[in-house]
């Protein structure tokens, strides 16, 4: 399904979260959303996830016209609910369960977590979890609805660098594989632009940039946006690497400012030899 | 992918899933023989001590003496049976209170509830506040009514603020307070005679049981819990956090309005006939969770089990730590709940909340 997004702003008492926000995602594409702290990116992925009020337009259209089912993985996955990770699995097929769980529903929990390697962990208490092995778990249940539309919140933060590759890896291959139409916010430039086929940069509520990664990465952008003076290179497989050198200037507001008062200067020339080439 | 990897892993969730079921079922079903036993102790103990085996013939109907028959049919069964449904009310409400509010101290005990429905019992006993009710039914009527307002006062405070757990709870403190100074007010204008009444109310007692109480009890129990139970698995998703629980297609607003309703019910009938009782509703649905978890399939159930098991036990404690005479099962409740429960926390390994 195609997601549409219009005009859209999300405000939180007298702060603004989001302003004027456009921007829509293509079954089968994983969109990366990327920003600075308190840029907005969270409140975005709420709101199509209908969790938060907002102005503007949403448009979810499935391509049967049924009405979509979204896997949503929120940021924060500390819990104290004494819950077993096959029951908080379980809890992602939330509409089809009943007081006896369906050899159907057991089967999908099954498949999630043999497919993200927690079938081992199945019996365990949330608790007894690490935070990363957590996130995994959340990752299951967003996964557990069978969704169309996949919206992750900082799915790997808390991940070894192995799984947030594995994370990465396996999100990208069930998008292109189901055609999902998958969101996901993420902190790390070099991750984005190696599983996002597109990407869309945000700053104080605002939409900067859109488009593939080799076209929006660059130096420019990370030093407005970030604040950072970053060096951009090819990886052996042509990927793009993004190598931040220094801070500077302190980082971009973090409660809504509008985005002309980013500081901004301008990018330090790349190095020498730094190559920017489209990855995919 | 469920196909090809189905085949891989080798039924290594189905067999959790199968051991989970096993453990919630015979969790349920050693709380159930518990309180069989319980049950048949509670009836035998008493003024006159009546043989054991004689009891449990005569509750089985089985029985030849027909003076054990009497007392055990019209005295001591309507008492022990209603140990029972109060204690399984209290002990179900805590542990919805609990899930609902994410809170392990909430109980309609400390939330003011109970507080309520002793303000209720007071009016009565102390303005004579007129109800079109006979004089036994008048107290309860009342009770069961401030235990409803007290509920709604509590679900009132806490959506003026987007209902979060944290507002709510604030409410249920705030009111616990309003409803004890409004109850102290009360005693402090009341005939000796009137004070008696009311603090012997408050102690709580199963000593006015009867059978028409116990079915009314009963039928409460008996539409709330079906009720809960087809609400289980969005009760379960309400502990990973409202916003979560949101995330997962629950509305969740309504869920705790439905869970509301049915805790001002089953708390509300539970204190009207036998006064407030303290500390099953919270420690219950503890003993609970640690033995079952947090799947409200098996929480709720076990909750109630227990509830009833602690009140039951507590009704053969209170016949039997004072040779004579009969203590207060309210006073009982607290007495040997407490250490009880402090232990209980102590020697369990996992942090269980």
């Not at chain 1, 989001?18 to 709101?47: C, D, F, H, R, Y």
């Amino acid at each position: 399904m195609r997601l549409t997004i219009e005009d859209l702003s999300v405000r939180y008492g007298g702060t603004t979260a989001l302003a004027g926000l456009g921007l829509s995602a293509m079954p089968g594409e994983v969109l990366g959303v990327i920003g600075p702290n308190g840029s907005g990116k969270s409140s975005l992925v709420k709101a199509v996830a209908g969790l938060v009020a907002h102005g503007g337009r949403i448009l979810r259209g499935a391509d049967d016209g049924a009405a979509a089912r979204i896997g949503y993985m929120p940021q924060d996955t500390s819990t104290r609910a004494a819950l077993t990770v096959l029951e908080a699995v379980l809890l992602g097929r939330l509409g089809s369960l009943g007081l006896r769980v369906k050899p159907d529903d057991l089967a999908m929990a099954r498949a999630v977590l043999d497919e993200l390697d927690l079938g081992r962990l199945a019996g365990r208490y949330l608790g007894e979890l690490s935070g990363g092995q957590r996130q995994l778990v959340f990752l299951a249940q967003a996964l557990a609805a069978e969704p169309k539309l996949l919206l992750l919140d900082e799915p790997i933060s808390a991940l070894d660098i192995r799984h947030q590759l594995g994370v990465m890896q396996t999100v990208r291959r069930l998008t292109h594989e189901r055609r999902l139409t998958t969101v996901v916010v993420l902190h790390d430039l070099n991750i984005a632009a190696r599983f996002a086929d597109r990407i869309a940069v945000i700053c104080a509520g605002r939409l900067i940039r859109h488009g593939r990664p080799a076209e929006v990465i660059e130096p420019e952008t990370v030093a407005t946006v970030f604040g950072v003076e970053a060096a951009m290179s090819a990886a052996p497989d042509g990927s793009l690497v993004v190598t931040p050198l220094r801070a500077v200037t302190a980082a971009a507001p973090m409660d809504g400012g509008a985005p002309e008062a980013a500081p901004h200067r301008p990018p330090a020339a790349p190095p020498p030899g730094a190559v920017i080439r489209n990855g995919r | 992918m469920s196909a090809t990897l189905s085949a891989v892993s080798g039924g290594g969730v189905e067999a959790v899933y199968a051991r989970l079921a096993r453990k919630r079922r015979a969790v349920l079903l050693a709380g159930l023989a518990a309180l069989a036993v319980s049950l048949v102790f509670d009836v035998a103990t008493g003024p006159a001590m009546l043989p054991v085996p004689a009891v449990a013939r005569s509750v089985l109907g089985l029985a030849q003496d027909r003076t054990i028959d009497a007392i055990v049919w019209s005295i001591r069964l309507p008492i022990a049976f209603v140990a029972l449904a109060v204690g399984a009310a209290l002990g179900l409400s805590g542990g919805i209170m609990q899930t609902i509010l994410n809170n392990p101290l909430a109980s309609s005990y400390t939330l003011g509830v109970s507080a309520g429905a002793g303000f209720g019992a007071a009016l009565v006993i102390v303005l004579g506040v007129a109800m079109p009710l006979p004089e036994p039914w008048a107290i309860p009527a009342m009770a069961f009514l401030f235990a409803c307002l007290a509920c709604a006062g509590v679900y009132a405070i806490g959506s003026l603020r987007g209902s979060s757990p944290e507002m709510l709870v604030l409410g249920g403190i705030a009111l616990l307070f309003l409803f004890q100074a409004l109850l102290a007010l009360l005693q402090f204008v009341a005939s000796p005679e009137a004070l008696q009444q009311i603090v012997f109310w408050l102690f709580g007692s199963l000593q006015k049981a009867s059978w028409s109480k116990l079915w009314i009890i009963v039928a409460v129990l008996a539409v709330a819990l079906p009720l809960l139970l087809a609400d289980a698995w969005r009760l379960t998703a309400l502990k990973l956090g409202d916003e979560r629980a949101k995330g997962l297609g629950v509305d969740v607003p309504r869920l705790r309005m439905r869970a509301f309703a049915v805790i001002s019910a089953l708390t509300g009938v539970a204190v009207a006939f036998v006064g407030t009782i303290g500390f099953v509703g919270l420690v219950a649905p503890h003993l609970a969770r640690m033995l079952v978890g947090e799947d409200q399939r098996g929480l709720l159930p076990a909750s109630g089990v227990f509830g009833a098991l602690l009140l039951s036990l507590a009704s053969i404690a209170s016949k039997t730590v004072m040779p004579g005479a009969i203590v207060p099962i309210g006073i009982v409740t607290s007495l040997i709940g407490v250490p009880f429960f402090v232990w209980l926390v102590l020697r369990s390994r996992r942090a269980f909340w």
